[in-house]
């Protein structure tokens, strides 16, 4: 049971999110429960929804975004987070039970997803206190300046929705991933 209200529905969130919830209602096909409590907060819902429709825009790849999603869950052990991005990673991003599980050991099966994930499992471990190499690493590997401030930003925009979830205890609505079962 959730720690702080779960809106049952897009018309029990506050007036201000419920529009907003319509369009992920629209966008998705349902309203998981991350999303259902973050529109606690109009404001704070709004600001996800703001990052994470701008980051669907950017350069890195969906199945790198998964990628790095995976990761960060992992290592945060959001149990919410790697359910939904597991079933996201399998389902949209189309990466196979291998692949996944080389994502929340931090590191990936590809040589450049690879590095990007390296990078953003470490950016999470040493919170954000990255090395010169570190960044070299990733770019050596071929991502641009631009990239790099991606994955930075998908790396934040993950430990939001997993400290919301794990803060709030929010009940899982994915098929379960658990990251004690790494």
Avoid: W
């Amino acid at each position: 049971m959730s720690r702080i209200q779960l809106p049952a529905s897009i018309d029990a969130a506050p007036a201000a999110s419920q529009p907003l919830l319509e369009g992920v209602r629209k966008m998705l096909g349902s309203v998981p429960n991350l999303f259902h409590i973050t529109a606690n907060s109009p404001a704070a819902l709004e600001g996800y929804l703001g990052l994470n429709g701008a980051l669907a825009k950017g350069i890195l790849t969906p199945q790198t975004r998964e990628r790095i999603a995976l990761a960060v869950a992992q290592i945060n052990g959001c149990d919410y987070c790697l359910s939904a991005h597991t079933y996201l990673g399998k389902t949209l991003a189309k990466l196979d039970d291998a692949e996944i599980a080389a994502n929340r050991a931090g590191g990936s099966s590809d040589a450049k997803a690879d590095a990007a994930v390296r990078f953003a499992a470490k950016l999470v471990r040493e919170r954000g206190q990255v090395s010169d190499a570190d960044v070299s690493a990733v770019r050596i590997a071929g991502y641009s300046d631009a990239e790099i401030v991606e994955i930075v930003a998908h790396v934040a925009l993950n430990t939001l929705t997993n400290y919301l979830n794990e803060a709030f205890d929010t009940p899982i609505d994915f098929p379960v991933v658990s990251a004690t079962a790494a």
